[in-house]
Structures are given as structure tokens and as C-alpha cells.
């Protein structure tokens, strides 16, 4: 059974630092974008970043240059370092995926569990 599992979240003070991780488990192919989505509460998720498998990155403007997102072909992870953190970050994140699971098929888009990162001003 294929699953993305995150981990990483939690809670730090305005201006730290969290990282989280997602990785892929079970057979898969090939795994097409790989990329970080948050729900804060009352709101609607929204793209935080994400990364092609050629390596082509789009991060949403809130964050550029605040979070960095990076991904490890071999392992079928990505990673977002997320630094000078504020208050408005607090949100559950979401590891997403397009996982492909045969030669010439479509890819599947797969959700993490979702982990909660807090940041407190």
C-alpha cells in the first residue's frame, strides 16, 4: 500500500525554524511533483511549494525566500526547511505527490496525513 508520511511539525516561536519531511512508501514507478500544501483554520488550502521532477521549483509569495524546497529522487522524499517563521504560518501542512505506478500510465495524485506546524508571536 503506498502512503506519504510527514513528519517535522510542531510548535516554535515567531522567527525559528521547523523542517519537515515526506516520504514515500510502497512500489511506485516514478513519482512526478512532489510539493508542501497548508490549511489554516477557516481558510482554504493553498499552495506552499512544490517541485517537478526535472527540478523546477514555484513557491507561493508569502514564502519565497523564507522556505526552501528540496527533494531526493533516489529516497522519493522532499523537505521543506522553513525559516524566519511568523505567526500567519500556523496551519496544518500537507506533503502531496503524483505518484505513477506503470510505464505510460497517469499519475495519481497521493495526500499526507497533514502535520500541524504552530508558530507562537
Known amino acids: 500500500q503506498v502512503q506519504l508520511v510527514e513528519s517535522g511539525g510542531g510548535l516554535v516561536q515567531a522567527g525559528g525554524s521547523l523542517r519537515l519531511s515526506c516520504a514515500a512508501s510502497g512500489r511506485v514507478f516514478r513519482i512526478g511533483s512532489m510539493g508542501w500544501y497548508r490549511q489554516a483554520p477557516g481558510k482554504q488550502r493553498e499552495l506552499v511549494a512544490d517541485i517537478t521532477s526535472g527540478g523546477l521549483i514555484n513557491y507561493a509569495d508569502s514564502v519565497k525566500g523564507r522556505f526552501t524546497i528540496s527533494r531526493d529522487t533516489a529516497k522519493n522524499t522532499v523537505t521543506l526547511q522553513m525559516n524566519s517563521l511568523k505567526s500567519e504560518d500556523t496551519a496544518v501542512y500537507y506533503c502531496?505527490?503524483?505518484?505513477?505506478?506503470?510505464?505510460?500510465?497517469?499519475?495519481?495524485?497521493?495526500w499526507g496525513q497533514g502535520t500541524q506546524v504552530t508558530v507562537s508571536s
Open positions: 502531496n505527490a503524483q505518484l505513477v505506478f506503470r510505464s505510460g500510465s497517469r499519475g495519481t495524485m497521493y
